[in-house]
């Protein structure tokens, strides 16, 4: 009899410990998962992806901008050949570093990658006004766009006078104005008046290319402008003035 109790107290033990082993597991998952069933916590664990470098430029609707762009040459003293350096160019202008050194000017984006600025300008990632705006100096040489010969300011002057074939352009100069469609010229002329006499004179012109000429002036006596202060009274710009020919 005495066996047959002591097989009983065993049971009894065995069982207890299952039952704590189970409540212990139940805890756990109560305490660690909030009682979400196990699998959904297995799910979502496995929807969880792993960082990734993002690359701007392929995701729908990303955006990627400059965060920095570096002179490098100038930072660490980075030797450069002495020369002038044409970086890049437009219909408006040619720009240039003092020195050759575009490899060294380095554009940083959003998304971690970088490249040189020659790179940059040409694929459209970056303009001109980002090298302002991160301070990176540069000089620049304007395109002249058009050019303006006697001929066409003969055509110009048909517009003030009746017949173009009585004008001739003897010589002057011409120069651009803010307007890069516009020019102001100073010119001598000669024509034949309504007696049908010659008449040379000096005058001033505002027209724009392929177009009629806005404004015509005499430099006489009555003038307000003289030809020292002429092209300036109208808008010229001194560093784009070029002579007749």
């Not at 496995?46 to 490098?72: A, H, L, Y």
């Amino acid at each position: 009899m005495k066996w047959f109790i002591a097989l009983l107290l065993a049971l009894a033990c065995m069982l207890a410990l299952v039952g704590c082993s189970k409540a212990s597991k139940e805890i756990e998952v109560t305490t660690s998962a909030g009682n979400i069933e196990d699998t959904t916590v297995t799910e979502n664990i496995e929807n969880i992806s792993t960082e990734t470098t993002i690359d701007w430029s392929e995701i729908p609707g990303g955006k990627r901008f400059i965060i920095q762009i570096r002179d490098r040459a100038e930072e660490e003293q980075l030797p450069c050949a002495e020369a002038e350096e044409l970086f890049y160019e437009d219909e408006t202008a040619k720009y240039y570093f003092n020195v050759i050194k575009s490899h060294y000017i380095e554009v940083t984006y959003n998304n971690g990658n970088s490249e040189d600025i020659v790179t940059a300008l040409n694929t459209g990632r970056a303009t001109i006004a980002d090298l302002d705006e991160f301070g990176i100096e540069y000089h620049t040489e304007p395109i002249v766009a058009h050019t303006l010969d006697c001929e066409s300011l003969q055509a110009a002057c048909a517009d003030n006078f009746i017949d173009p074939s009585k004008v001739s352009v003897l010589g002057g100069e011409w120069a651009y104005t803010a307007d890069p469609n516009k020019f102001v010229a100073l010119a001598t002329v000669r024509y034949t008046d309504k007696d049908d006499e010659y008449v040379t004179a000096e005058i001033v012109m505002v027209g724009t290319f392929g177009g009629k000429t806005e404004l015509f002036h005499h430099l006489n006596e009555h003038s307000p402008y003289t030809r020292e202060n002429a092209l300036q009274e109208f808008g010229a710009i001194d560093d784009q003035r070029f002579p007749l020919e």
